[in-house]
């Protein structure tokens, strides 16, 4: 079992757990999975995740599932909002001038496209009006449930 302060290295597939997209994969470790799946990166290196149990690097449950498994064991977890990517919260669709966000250079106000706040946050943009762009700044997995197939390669204690 891992205690907090250890250091855990799982390998893990994420999926939707609920509504439309139940099973849709989001993320993984496993190189196999990402291009059986559609989601492979080449910029990305697909490799165990290795972190530090308890210091909220992870969602919060999958620490917890990590704490109660030992080295070789496997298991799928179901991780509702509050515990993985938070509930969806409508204050954080905002509007902004059209305007304001054509006069950055680095924005087109397309629907999809990412852009950051003055405060650093991520959203993307949502809709597209002739006077102004709402734009999403909730993690695109906010109010969703999700599963997590982990299984731990190893624990340790670097102290």
């Known amino acids: 079992m891992a205690k907090e302060g250890d250091i855990a290295v799982v390998h893990y597939t ?8 139940t099973g849709e994969v989001f993320d993984t470790t496993d190189v196999d999975v990402a291009m ?11 490799k165990p995740l290795e972190f530090r149990v308890g210091e909220r690097k992870v969602v919060a449950g999958l620490d ?8 070789g064991d496997e298991r799928t977890v179901t991780v509702e909002p509050e515990r993985a990517f938070g ?10 001038p059209r305007a304001d966000l054509e006069d950055r250079s680095d ?5 999809g496209e990412l852009v950051r706040s003055e405060t650093g946050e ?25 599963e997590f197939d982990v299984k731990v390669l190893n624990r340790y204690d670097d102290g």
């Open 14 to 21: 994420g999926r939707i757990a609920d509504g439309e997209e």
């Open 36 to 46: 059986e799946t559609g989601i492979y990166h080449g910029h990305r290196d697909y």
């Open 64 to 71: 917890d599932a990590v704490r109660e498994m030992a080295v």
């Open 87 to 96: 509930e969806r919260d409508e204050e954080k669709v905002v509007q902004f």
């Open 107 to 111: 924005v087109t106000a397309e629907p």
């Open 122 to 146: 991520t959203g993307w943009i949502t809709e597209v009006g002739d006077e102004t762009v709402t734009v999403d700044f909730n993690h695109e997995l906010a109010g969703l449930p999700v």
